[in-house]
């Protein structure tokens, strides 16, 4: 149980294009899914809370209308990554909480690789 | 913004070993906390979890000790494996029901044959 799925798990872009990143709760509905970017031998900050049916809360920092969450049902959570730049190029992970069973524990997504050139 | 140039703690064991990896935490408002594992490449891996009114917590193979007085999180692993190698991550949450984790800087662990 408790599985979090992301696609794509790669995908490279040329600069100034979107991307989109799909997060997805397998097995479990979750009301709130996170989104975390990693830098190569860094730890995972925290970006955004997505809440299901409304908007996200975004971390100090982040640009909103750059980094675009949409979590449209109790599944699903989307990351667009708009007008793409190289220095976006990142490990983005989402996780997800079982929140409906009380729960506390965040299970994480394996992740996207973005690389945009 | 980040520093260039560091890398993670590394911790390197012979298989068959016990593993303590560290953790000092910032927040003393913080209630519950995590350790992740994280393979090359992949997510973190839930391992095992604790709140702020324990002090001890067992599970296969690892244990986690919780200090609230110096704000100090370890997590033990018995009998080391090669399969163990990967980037260890604590994680905590703030009491209040944010839910947001704030994660440790990782400690990478390299399990020797």
């Known amino acids: 149980g408790a599985v979090v799925s992301q696609h794509p798990s790669r995908v490279i872009c040329k600069s100034g294009t979107s991307v989109k990143i799909e997060c997805r709760s397998l097995d479990f509905q979750a009301t709130t899914m996170f989104w975390y970017r990693q830098f190569p031998k860094k730890s995972l900050m925290l970006m955004a809370t997505?809440?299901?049916?409304?908007?996200?809360?975004?971390e100090q920092g982040v640009e909103k209308d750059k980094f675009l969450i949409n979590h449209a049902s109790l599944t699903l959570s989307t990351l667009t990554v708009t007008s793409a730049h190289p220095e976006d190029s990142s490990f983005y992970i989402c996780?997800?909480?079982?929140?409906?069973?009380?729960?506390?524990?965040?299970?994480f997504g394996p992740g996207t690789r973005l690389l945009v050139l | 913004g980040e520093s260039v140039g560091l890398h993670l703690p590394t911790l390197s064991v012979q298989e068959g070993d016990n593993s303590i990896i560290n953790c000092a935490y910032s927040n003393s408002a913080s209630d519950y906390f995590i350790w992740y594992k994280q393979e090359s490449g992949k997510g973190p891996q839930f391992i095992i979890d604790i709140r702020s009114n324990m002090d001890k917590r067992q599970g296969q193979r690892v244990t986690v000790l919780l200090n609230k007085t110096v704000k100090h999180l370890s997590l033990q692993i018995a009998a080391t494996q090669p399969g163990d190698s990967a980037v260890y991550f604590c994680?905590?949450?703030?009491?209040?029901?944010?839910?947001?984790?704030?994660f440790g800087k990782g400690m990478k662990l390299t399990v020797n044959p």
């Open positions: 996780s997800a909480r079982d929140s409906f069973r009380g729960k506390e524990t965040q299970y």
């Open positions: 997505s809440n299901e049916g409304s908007k996200a809360t975004y």
């Open positions: 994680a905590e949450e703030a009491q209040g029901g944010s839910e947001k984790l704030v």
